[in-house]
C-alpha cells in the first residue's frame, strides 16, 4: 500500500492511498461473498456463486464500489495513525481510479485539527465581581410579591397611579391603523412605565365607559424600526378601572405564604435566594469572561472551512429551534429582518469562529494538563439524569446512548477546564 500525505492551506489535509491489484483481491473477495449472499442467482446457493458469474447479474463496478468502502474503512485509519494527524469532522472519500485489472487510487480531503498554542494563563486578569444584594433588591422583590397577592376593586372614579386600566386602543398612523396595532382586553398600571413615555400619563383621571384619542411620538429609539421617532394617533376606550390594594408588610403576611413564620424571616429567606441568583451570573460572567481572556492569550492555525460551516449550521439550527419555542416562524423572522437564510449564516461566521476558538482552548488545555471526567463522574450525571427524566420514557433510551456519554464527558470535562483556570486566576489576585 502507497500512501501520500499532502498539507493544504486553512488547517487541511489530503491523503492519496493506493493498492495494487493484488493487494486489493482481498478486498474483492470478500465482498463478492458478502453480495453473493445478498443475490439469487439460479443454479447457485447464496455465498457460493462464482465471481464470474456475480459479476454479470450485479455488475463488476458495484463489486469495486463496495470493495472501495471496505478499503476505507481499513486503510484511511492507518493512513491518520502514520501520518499523526488530529481530524475534525469526516474526511471526504473521492476515488481515482477504481477499475478491474487496475491499482485502486482515493483521496480523503481532511479538515485538520488547528494549530493551538497556549498563552501564558499565569497572568490571568478576570476576576469574579463581588456578589452584593442591597436592600433595594429586596424591596424589589417585596414589591413584585405583593402585586401578586393584591386585591383589586373596580371603582367608578378617575384613574390615578397605582391602579389597573382595562382597555381597548388602536396606534394609527396617518389616520390608518398600523399592521398588527388593535389591542382588546389590554391592562395596564399606571406608574409602571411599560409603554412608551406620555401613555400612562394620557390615561390619569380616566373612567370606566371613556373613549379618548390623544397623541404621542415613539421614541427614536424603539424597537420596531417602522415606528421609531413617529407621531401616532391612539384611540382608547377604557372597560374598567381597578384600584389595587397591596398587603401590609408584616407577619401575619409572611405567615399567609405558607413558608415563614415573620416577615423577617421572609426577608432573609428572599435576601439568600436573590444571593444565589447574583451568585449564579456572576460565575456564568467570569467564567465566560475567563474563556475570552484565554482565548485572547492564545495563537490559531486557520480554523477548517467546513468546522466553521458546520457551526454556522449549529447556531440556524438553535435559532429557529428558539422561534419555534416561543410560537414564531424562522420564515416570518427572516422576512421581518429583510435576510435570508445564506445572509444570516454570513453573519454568524465572527461568533461561530469565537465559540470554536474557546472550544479548541478547552480541549488543549485538558489535554496539556491531562484533565478528564472520570468514569465515575459520568456514571452518578447520567443517573442524575434518568432521576430527572424517569416519567419520560423516550429521554431515558437516549440518556443511554454513546453520544450522550460522550456529551456529559465532554461538558464535565470542560466545567473541569473552566475551574483550572479561575483557580490560576484567583492565584493571582
Known amino acids: 500500500m502507497k500512501v501520500t500525505y499532502q498539507k493544504l492551506p486553512k488547517s487541511r489535509g489530503e491523503i492519496t492511498v493506493e493498492l495494487s491489484v493484488s493487494e486489493l ?48 474503512e481499513k486503510t484511511l485509519p492507518e493512513a491518520i495513525v502514520k501520518e ?81 386600566v382595562k382597555m381597548d386602543f388602536d396606534v394609527m398612523l396617518d ?21 412608551i413615555p406620555g401613555f400612562e400619563e394620557q390615561l390619569a383621571g380616566v373612567k370606566k365607559g371613556e373613549k379618548k384619542e390623544f397623541e404621542l411620538k415613539f421614541p427614536k429609539e424603539y424597537h420596531e424600526k417602522n415606528l421609531a421617532g413617529k407621531q401616532a394617533t391612539f384611540k382608547v376606550n377604557v372597560h374598567d378601572v381597578y384600584e389595587i390594594e397591596l398587603p401590609e408588610m408584616n407577619d401575619e403576611w409572611a405567615k399567609s405564604l405558607g413558608m415563614f413564620k415573620t416577615f423577617t424571616e421572609m426577608k432573609e429567606a428572599i435576601a439568600a435566594n436573590l444571593r444565589r441568583e447574583k451568585e449564579g451570573k456572576v460565575r456564568q460572567k467570569f467564567e465566560q469572561t475567563l474563556i475570552e481572556e484565554a482565548v485572547k492569550k492564545t495563537k490559531f492555525g486557520d480554523l477548517p472551512e467546513n468546522l466553521v460551516k458546520s457551526e454556522t449550521d449549529r447556531m440556524l439550527h438553535e435559532l429557529e429551534r428558539d422561534l419555534t419555542k416561543q410560537g414564531g416562524k424562522f420564515d416570518d423572522y427572516l422576512t421581518a429582518i429583510k435576510k435570508s437564510r445564506e445572509d444570516l449564516q454570513k453573519d454568524f461566521v465572527p461568533q461561530a469562529e469565537k465559540r470554536m476558538k474557546a472550544s479548541l482552548v478547552l480541549a488543549e488545555v485538558a489535554k496539556k494538563e491531562n484533565i478528564q471526567a472520570t468514569m465515575e463522574e459520568v ?18 433510551s437516549q440518556l443511554e446512548s454513546a453520544d450522550y456519554e460522550r456529551y456529559i464527558r465532554s461538558t464535565l470535562t470542560n466545567q473541569k477546564v473552566v475551574a483550572f483556570l479561575a483557580d490560576k486566576a484567583k492565584d493571582k489576585k
Do not use: C, W
Open 84 to 164: 499523526r494527524l488530529e481530524l475534525v469532522g469526516q474526511p471526504q472519500i473521492q476515488p481515482e481510479k477504481l477499475a478491474p485489472g487496475n491499482p485502486l487510487v482515493y483521496k480523503a480531503a481532511l479538515d485538520l485539527y488547528p494549530e493551538v498554542t497556549l498563552g501564558d494563563f499565569t497572568a490571568l486578569k478576570t476576576r469574579p465581581e463581588e456578589v452584593k444584594v442591597e436592600d433595594a433588591d429586596v424591596q424589589k422583590s417585596l414589591d413584585e410579591l405583593r402585586k401578586l397577592r393584591a386585591k383589586e376593586t373596580a371603582v367608578m372614579r378617575a384613574a390615578k397611579k397605582g391602579d389597573r
Open 175 to 195: 389616520k390608518v391603523v398600523i399592521e398588527n396595532g388593535s389591542y382588546k382586553g389590554q391592562t395596564i398600571e399606571l406608574g409602571e412605565g411599560n409603554f
Open 379 to 396: 456514571a452518578r450525571e447520567r443517573e442524575a439524569a434518568k432521576l430527572m427524566y424517569k416519567d419520560q420514557p423516550q429521554l431515558l
Open 25 to 72: 483481491r482481498p478486498y474483492l473477495e470478500k465482498t463478492a461473498e458478502k453480495i453473493s449472499k445478498e443475490v439469487k442467482v439460479a443454479g447457485f446457493r447464496p455465498g457460493h456463486i462464482p465471481y464470474d458469474i456475480l459479476k454479470k447479474n450485479v455488475g463488476e463496478a458495484t463489486i469495486y464500489e463496495e470493495a472501495l468502502r471496505l478499503v476505507v
